[in-house]
T-cell receptor, first 115, second 110 residues
Framework: KAGVTQTPRYLIKTRGQQVTLSCSPI?????VSWYQQTPGQGLQFLFE???????NKGNFPGRFSGRQFSNSRSEMNVSTLELGDSALYLC??????????????FGPGTRLTVL | DAKTTQPNSMESNEEEPVHLPCNHS???????IHWYRQLPSQGPEYVIH???SNVNNRMASLAIAEDRKSSTLILHRATLRDAAVYYC???????????FGEGTQLTVNP
């Protein structure tokens, strides 16, 4: 099976702009989660979508939003970009194991630089 | 999710075993213990998970203490490719959310 793909891989924006990142999960995976990784804060959970519904949300401002489509593909949007939004944005799709917990498979990430 | 404590860094020599410890004293009875690792310039990668019993897979072994307040990830023969940040995560059964700590930076010397 193909892995999780994210587009674009690199992005440069200026303050005040908005950006949309895309994630295609592994075929058959219905859950997609987004994470932000920065040197200062590490890996932080943004939100999770399952069957087109947001199932969980991290502690980020409303400028960060997402959605999931019927084919499980997901997008996240950041509006009114700030310098602090420069980060690696990671998408993960997951499947439930036979033991009753989820295993997540991460994409390579989108490196966003805000100037 | 329960908080975990890991050493900031560890070193190993190539082809030697590596034992990466993790403390999770506030774990609840239904929480799973997951390990992920992140190689340089890549997204995190699933390594192994367990609930109560020790677990083995092709990548590693997971040894869980009887009281479940600690666990150890065991790489049987470290290779240079195993140099990464290793994250121990205690995860609730519901949902997919992972709460990452700072992890352990593993250096493998040739």
């Amino acid at each position: 099976k193909a892995g999780v793909t994210q587009t674009p891989r690199y992005l440069i924006k200026t303050r005040g702009q908005q950006v949309t990142l895309s994630c295609s999960p592994i075929s058959g995976h219905r859950s997609v989660s987004w994470y932000q990784q920065t040197p200062g804060q590490g890996l932080q959970f943004l939100f999770e979508y399952f069957s087109e519904t947001q199932r969980n949300k991290g502690n980020f401002p409303g400028r960060f939003s997402g959605r999931q489509f019927s084919n499980s593909r997901s997008e996240m949007n950041v509006s009114t970009l700030e310098l602090g939004d420069s980060a690696l944005y990671l998408c993960a799709s997951s499947t439930r194991t036979s033991g009753g917990t989820d295993t997540q498979y991460f994409g390579p990430g989108t490196r966003l630089t805000v100037l | 999710d329960a908080k975990t404590t890991q050493p900031n860094s560890m070193e190993s020599n190539e082809e030697e075993p590596v034992h990466l410890p993790c403390n999770h004293s506030t774990i609840s009875g239904t929480d799973y213990i997951h390990w992920y690792r992140q190689l340089p310039s890549q997204g995190p990668e699933y390594v192994i998970h367990g609930l109560t019993s020790n677990v083995n897979n092709r990548m590693a072994s997971l040894a869980i203490a009887e009281d479940r307040k600690s666990s150890t990830l065991i790489l049987h023969r470290a290779t240079l490719r195993d140099a990464a940040v290793y994250y121990c995560i205690v995860k609730e059964t519901s949902g997919s959310r992972l709460t990452f700590g700072e992890g352990t930076q593993l250096t493998v010397n040739p």
